[in-house]
């Protein structure tokens, strides 16, 4: 089964981290995602720049209203999305709490096999609204 991990760091907590610091994160993070790789488990991943670059989107009285920042303010923005596949909730749980960044922050794991909330069984067009 496939999980999304969301990868929430304290932003300002990473950019005071010392440059030899950040450094061997950085090498643990890249070792651990080479891990994942050779045991199949890592399915894809992305690094998301910072939070200060976002745009809102909101439905607002009618209209359409945008907020320069992250959806919701905090200390910690979603810095990294990865993809796992694990053989249950478990074991998605404990490859998700090897992320050396999880540290800096948390990680939410997600199970990708539910269905749309908005759809209905056997609704193929509501599983497939976003999915190419």
């Not at 030899?20 to 994160?25: G, S």
């Not at 959806?71 to 478990?90: C, I, N, T």
């Not at 998700?96 to 193929?124: I, K, N, T, Y």
Request: charged share 25%; with cysteine.
């Amino acid at each position: 089964m496939d999980y999304i991990c969301l990868v929430y760091v304290d932003e300002n907590r990473l950019a005071s981290l010392p440059r030899a610091e950040r450094d061997t994160l950085l090498a643990k993070t890249c070792d651990y995602r080479q891990a994942l790789i050779t045991e199949q488990h890592y399915q894809w991943g992305q690094w998301l720049p910072s939070a200060r670059l976002a745009t809102t989107l909101r439905h607002r009285d009618g209209g359409l209203r945008l907020r320069d920042g992250a959806a919701v303010p905090g200390d910690r923005q979603l810095a990294l999305v990865v993809l796992l596949r694990a053989r249950d909730l478990d074991q998605a749980l404990r490859l998700a709490a090897g992320l050396p960044l999880v540290r800096l922050g948390c990680v939410e794991v997600r199970p990708l096999s539910e269905p749309a909330p908005w759809s209905r069984q056997g609704d193929a067009q509501g599983r497939e609204a976003f999915v190419d």
